[in-house]
T-cell receptor, first 111, second 115 residues
Framework: DQQVKQNSPSLSVQEGRISILNCDYT??????FLWYKKYPAEGPTFLIS?????DKNEDGRFTVFLNKSAKHLSLHIVPSQPGDSAVYFC??????????FGTGTRLQVFP | KAGVTQTPRYLIKTRGQQVTLSCSPI?????VSWYQQTPGQGLQFLFE???????NKGNFPGRFSGRQFSNSRSEMNVSTLELGDSALYLC??????????????FGPGTRLTVT
């Protein structure tokens, strides 16, 4: 049972435009959400997180939105840059328990 | 500050053998988690150790085991290897008591191939 789902395996965006990566979850008990970025041959690196008591968190070009009623999480990257090309994973946890990861979305930013 | 290191980076084993992977967390981090990454499955949680105690465990068979030493270094062991164990094994460390509520810092992973 995949509790965290990233239904788009890939996304292609032009440089300078907005990238929107989506994540859906089924467990309403999740109270903390994170986004990670992964380059080939490297481990994932933490990007941004959000607690379930918030609906938005911003860090530079990265903004995460949480819609609890829809059990939906999204990551916005504005403006997108070629260096953003990577695989993005969303993750969630319940009461500081283990992280549950999605299957990832491969973002390609082209010039 | 040095990051999370994992050794070896690449490993080829034969079905039925056993393997031990090593992880050194960031200095001062006491929580170490292990994940298996396979194509299409994302990162699957294996287990988490904190202060030499296993605090959490994922849904993997008993062939997968781990331990943590007093210096927070951790090892993961897989016995009786199967072809399906071929994957990237990632280790992550965290400075907080609760690994799920704060960001984890990942190592580069060990690529295990079982033939």
């Amino acid at each position: 049972d995949q509790q965290v789902k990233q239904n788009s395996p890939s996304l292609s965006v032009q440089e300078g435009r907005i990238s929107i990566l989506n994540c859906d979850y089924t467990n309403s008990m999740f109270d903390y959400f994170l986004w990670y970025k992964k380059y080939p041959a490297e481990g994932p690196t933490f990007l941004i997180s959000i607690s379930s008591i918030k609906d938005k968190n911003e860090d530079g070009r990265f903004t995460v939105f949480l819609n609890k009623s829809a059990k939906h999480l999204s990551l916005h990257i504005v403006p997108s840059q070629p260096g953003d090309s990577a695989v993005y994973f969303c993750a969630a946890s319940v009461n500081t328990d283990k992280l549950i990861f999605g299957t990832g979305t491969r973002l390609q930013v082209f010039p | 500050k040095a990051g999370v290191t994992q050794t070896p980076r690449y490993l080829i084993k034969t079905r039925g053998q056993q393997v031990t992977l090593s992880c050194s967390p960031i200095s001062g981090h006491r929580s170490v988690s292990w994940y298996q990454q396979t194509p299409g499955q994302g990162l699957q949680f294996l287990f988490e150790y904190f202060s030499e105690t296993q605090r959490n465990k994922g849904n993997f068979p008993g062939r997968f085991s781990g331990r943590q030493f007093s210096n927070s270094r951790s090892e993961m062991n897989v016995s009786t290897l199967e072809l399906g164990d071929s994957a990237l094994y990632l280790c992550a460390s965290s400075s907080t008591l609760a690994a799920g509520s704060y960001e984890q810092y990942f190592g580069p992973g060990t690529r295990l191939t079982v033939t």
